[in-house]
């Protein structure tokens, strides 16, 4: 599969968010009701379907044995009593001839010895259901690995036959094809109602095709289409690409399926959801960033499937994936889908409109570094002077004026429950900031810049505090702990009172001593203060900081030392190799010896210390993009020191790669920033070839 990493934009506008707001029925689903199937799809999954699939975590390596130990697994550790209750195979259950001579589906006989039907009845008996794939297209070798394309009814009611209770039908074979998906799609959900067994199917819609991700497909093939007729035909729909790769997954990904699922929240209905893809712990992202995406996937009443392999998940995972309020905000009856308020950004307010006439809302952070985040209760459709906020990840409960407001991570999201407060006033709503680095040494940090620190550093670090309850809080004080040998001294004092609506921050001078190791560390601050009638309260957050590694020394393959953080379009950053890996670096025939192979977006940060004079090098597309296709190929690459733009290779295409030879002197933070040059990330394979530092 080819794809890039582009990010779609999920503006909204106004009359929808109003619309989203304000009706307590089901969103009408315009443009869809006229395409519907020539028979009324059931209302199977009046909330959005939830379980497990294969395809991240396990790929198409699994057995009959290996899914009834995710079956019992499941069980076990308690994501069926959470609701998790469809054990789904994805592609990689069929035979390497995956149709008999009779027309028949056939089991791979070494994976499925016993046949699928043992193993559905396996599945059920532990109170599970049972989920298969197929594709709408038919088998092309070399091109797709199974395809029900000829045989529609025939393999829905084998389906049926063999027990199974939903069905995921992909695309690939499809688009392989040149098949309309709406044709095919409606004709085979109109097989799978029309089952011989009379056996309820939940059709999960699967186009994953995309431009340019993929290609220059029309609109009418591709994923952003589905929503004009799989509303009427299946009970959930792909509304973008896949969110990642095998045991690969980035969250600037997450973020953009989460965009391209929110374009159409009209049509989502109890029994019709909109599916971004699964959900991806412990495969790339950290629990912050997982937490984001279950946060997202909740409001929107997408299906929450889990991707990667339940046995191996760790403790918080399972508690995350498990936690009942964020679950009962993503099945909440009224099945209507998160909508902004206001305009998109790094960080922005998404509002769930919930059955019982609260609100769930998200403050999201999409940027790189903390942020306090607020919105109000007006601004997400609530009316009054008092309000109570429960927080679905922390479960505090604590009472405000009418200010939602959080302290959000990079990359991280608050969820409150939102409604109007009765009875007596409630714990007041403060919001204890996490710690912000402003300052290092002389340099006054940009707000939203992700600090760079290292060993002998002196810092400031601040902490705000307010108040958004309805009555004040007393004595409020913050203390700031770091590692054992760090010295942190408090700047100025705290006030003896916060009244409603006020803020104050406080501030630290930390000093790092010089023999400070490389790696993660951490500032914590704990905010104590007094509400009346409900004692001392206290919250503690946490900012993570990166030590960086020293500067290089002498004249240094870059490629070689060791960078503060790196990212890549897709897959990960390669040292002395192209991107993925398996060739090395090569430009218009000439081969380098060192060099870093990244995919567009990307990023690569070093710490110099201002100890270097030079970087030189060559920027180009690597001859890897030869053997894929003419299309794509073009970068732009950026070497940017302390945020100043020292060189712009401007437009490079994979036949005129660009030297690079830049003054380093003075610069402290080094970064090597790869673009797309306006056209997706389609074959950009780039390369820094041959860079080395002088210092």
């Not at 794939?133 to 009814?153: H, R």
């Not at 609109?219 to 990642?244: C, F, H, K, L, M």
């Not at 203390?479 to 916060?498: D, F, H, N, R």
Request: contains cysteine; proline residues 7%.
């Amino acid at each position: 599969m080819k794809r890039l990493s582009a990010l779609l934009g999920g503006a909204l506008s106004a009359v929808l968010v109003t619309a989203a707001l304000a009706t307590t029925a089901a969103a009408t689903t315009t443009g869809a009701t006229t395409q519907a199937a020539t028979t009324t799809t059931p209302v199977l999954s009046p909330t959005p379907y939830m379980g497990w699939n294969t395809y991240y975590g396990l790929g198409g390596d699994f057995t009959e044995a290996t899914i009834r130990s995710v079956a019992d697994s499941m069980v076990s550790r308690g994501l069926k009593k959470a609701g998790y209750d469809i054990v789904w195979l994805d592609g990689g259950w069929q035979a390497d001839e995956s149709r008999s001579a009779a027309g028949d589906l056939v089991p791979n006989p070494a994976k499925f010895p016993n046949g699928l039907k043992p193993l559905v009845d396996y599945i059920h008996s532990k109170g599970l259901k049972a989920g298969i794939y197929t594709d709408a297209g038919p088998y092309i070798p070399g091109k797709c690995g199974l395809g029900s394309g000829g045989y529609y009814q025939h393999d829905a009611d084998t389906f049926a036959a063999w027990g199974f209770d939903a069905v995921k039908v992909d695309y690939l074979c499809g688009i392989a094809a040149n098949l309309d998906p709406k044709t095919v799609f409606t004709e085979f959900a109109n097989a799978l109602h029309n089952n011989a067994s009379h056996r309820p199917l939940i059709f999960n819609l699967c186009n994953p095709v995309t431009s340019p991700d993929w290609g220059n497909y029309p609109e009418s093939q591709q994923s952003i289409n589905s929503w004009s007729y799989a509303p009427a035909i299946a009970q959930s729909w792909r509304t973008y690409t896949d969110v990642g790769f095998q045991g690969d997954i980035k969250f600037k990904d997450v973020l953009r399926n989460y965009d391209a699922n929110a374009r159409h929240p009209e049509v989502v209905k109890p029994g019709a959801f909109g599916d971004p893809d699964y959900l991806a712990p412990e495969l790339g992202m950290s629990d912050e960033e997982f937490r984001t995406q279950l946060t997202l996937w909740s409001v929107a009443a997408a299906p929450l499937v889990v991707g990667s392999d339940i046995r191996k998940l760790s403790a918080t995972t399972i508690g995350m994936l498990t936690d009942p309020d964020v679950i009962a905000i993503n099945q909440d009856k009224a099945a209507v889908q998160a909508v902004r308020v206001g305009a998109a950004g790094t960080t922005e307010t998404w509002v769930k409109r919930l059955a019982d006439g609260s609100r769930a809302v998200v403050l999201l952070n999409r940027g790189d570094t903390a942020k306090t985040l607020t919105t109000t209760a007006s601004a997400v459709g609530l009316q009054g002077g008092r309000f109570t906020l429960k927080n679905a990840w922390t479960n505090a409960v604590t009472e405000s004026a009418g200010t939602i407001s959080a302290a959000v991570p990079a990359h991280g999201t608050a969820l409150f429950r939102v409604g109007p407060a009765v009875g007596l006033p409630g714990i007041p709503h403060v919001t204890a900031g996490i710690p912000q680095v402003t300052q290092v040494g002389t340099q006054v940090l940009p707000e939203g810049s992700a600090p760079v620190v290292a060993g002998g550093d002196e810092l400031r670090a601040e902490v705000a505090v307010r108040n958004d309850g309805v009555l004040p809080v007393f004595k409020p004080t913050v203390s700031l702990t770091a590692a054992a040998s760090w010295t942190i001294t408090p700047v100025g004092k705290a006030p003896v009172l916060l009244a409603p609506g006020q803020k104050v921050t406080l501030a630290f001078e930390v000093k790092l001593p010089a023999t400070t190791e490389a790696g993660n560390a951490s500032l914590t601050a704990t905010t104590q203060y007094e509400a009346l009638g409900y004692g001392i309260q206290k919250q503690v957050t946490v900012s993570p900081l990166v030590i960086a590694p020293v500067p290089p020394d002498g004249v240094a393959a870059l490629s070689h030392h060791p960078w503060i953080s790196a990212t890549s379009g897709w897959m990960s950053p390669t040292v002395d190799e192209s991107v993925g890996g398996g060739s090395p670096i090569s430009l218009v025939s000439q081969t380098y010896p060192t060099g870093i192979g990244v995919a567009s977006p990307s990023l690569v940060r070093y710490y110099l210390g201002q100890q270097c004079t030079k970087l030189t090098g060559t920027v180009g597309i690597d001859d890897a993009v030869r053997n894929v296709g003419p299309e794509g190929g073009t970068s732009t690459f950026q070497v940017i020191g302390d945020g100043k733009v020292l060189f712009d290779s401007g437009v490079v295409d994979r036949d005129h790669p660009k030297p690079v030879d830049v003054d380093l002197t003075g610069v402290r933070v080094l970064d090597l920033v790869v673009g797309d040059a306006g056209d997706g990330g389609y074959n950009d394979r780039a390369d820094w070839a041959a860079p080395t530092a002088t210092c």
